[in-house]
């Protein structure tokens, strides 16, 4: 008799499909059960009013903070800004970042840029596996549930905002009933986000990207599942195919192409995140603050007068912003903490 193994992590993507479900029919059974709920012809509705208030108040949603952008918008450095503020985890939301491999292509934060902030959803799924909106619902959603069983706020941060979108608007609208949420916008105008674009590709290049994708070179691969799929791998394929068979010259020729190839695609998927921010606002009516970051890359090479940019426009108003959702009342946060925070982060990211 044949006997057809699971792949261990198509096993946890199953276990963590059956406990969301799981939960999505406990709050279906409590919303049959409220809605059966029918005042009789004797019923003095104005007595019952108090407890009403009472039972809503109980039925505080659980807040959740939902970071968007265009790729090198500055996300991360938002996230670790807000994670480092107020008691919370991280929540990756990239479909390429949550791959194994490939760290400097794909822009992963540093362990070291972390700042010991708790990440979840990064580089955990085998490279040649895929991984679906579905896959990212289910383990997303165990890992908000854990986030706030230790009484702490999930940051959900990626550029993959068609996973984002299936996450918060699901079938049932489960996510929705369950969780306030929170979306911040870091914006910047796509003139200047292109030149940085350029300028991160560029030291890419010098931190070893050309070596890194060599070593996931495979002729024969399907460069269209796992992370393989990922801009900055596929563009090399002919640089590494035809690599041995050229002189220095053409070799050059052709590295160069594929350099140029990274950063246009890059530019393109950039603009492909933008409309999709501006359908979630325009068509389905998302709540989305926007927090314009284009002074900050316009001086990005002054150090210290950028950082001060970035508190001004992105991270000041963020997290002011924040402290509204979470606690209802603005909360003003001591200098002294502030320049605490600021010391220990000091060398957590660049934008």
């Known amino acids: 008799m044949k006997i057809n193994l699971l792949d261990p992590s198509q096993i946890s993507i199953c276990v963590l499909r059956t406990i969301v479900l799981l939960n999505r029919f406990v709050i279906g059974i409590s919303m049959v059960t409220l809605n059966q709920i029918t005042p009789t012809p004797a019923m003095d509705l104005s007595s019952c009013r108090p407890r009403m208030d009472l039972l809503v108040s109980r039925r505080q949603k659980e807040k959740v903070l939902i970071l968007m952008g265009?790729?090198?918008?500055?996300?991360?450095?938002?996230?670790?800004?807000?994670?480092?503020r107020f008691p919370a985890e991280i929540i990756n939301s990239d479909k390429i970042q949550v791959y194994e491999g490939l760290d400097i292509v794909t822009n992963k934060i540093t362990e070291e840029e972390q700042c010991g902030i708790p990440h979840h959803l990064l580089g955990i799924q085998h490279p040649n596996a895929d991984f679906t909106a579905q896959n990212f619902c289910d383990m997303a959603s165990f890992s908000i549930e854990s986030t706030l069983t230790q009484g702490k706020v999930p940051i959900i941060v990626g550029g993959s905002n068609s996973y984002i979108e299936a996450l918060v608007d699901d079938e049932d609208y489960g996510f929705r009933w369950k969780y306030d949420c929170c979306f911040l916008w870091v914006d910047v105008s796509m003139p200047v986000l292109h030149s940085f674009v350029s300028e991160r590709v560029d030291r890419m290049v010098q931190n070893g990207m050309i070596d890194e994708v060599r070593k996931f070179f495979d002729p024969n691969a399907d460069y269209s599942k796992g992370v393989r799929k990922a801009i900055g791998v596929p563009e090399f394929y002919l640089y590494f195919k035809m690599e041995p068979f050229l002189d220095e010259e053409n070799q050059a020729k052709l590295l160069k192409q594929a350099i140029q190839a990274v950063k246009y695609n890059t530019c393109k998927l950039a603009f492909r995140q933008l409309e999709k921010i501006r359908r979630l606002m325009n068509v389905k009516r998302w709540n989305i603050h926007r927090f314009d970051a284009t002074q900050v890359f316009r001086i990005r090479q002054h150090g210290k007068a950028a950082d001060e940019a970035w508190e001004k426009f992105v991270a000041g108003p963020s997290?002011?912003?924040?402290?509204e959702f979470l606690y209802n009342v603005p909360v003003e946060v001591p200098p002294a903490s502030v320049a605490s925070r600021d010391h220990n982060i000091k060398q957590c990211l660049v934008v």
């Open 70 to 84: 265009a790729t090198g918008t500055g996300k991360s450095r938002l996230s670790i800004d807000m994670a480092t």
């Open 319 to 323: 997290t002011r912003l924040v402290e």
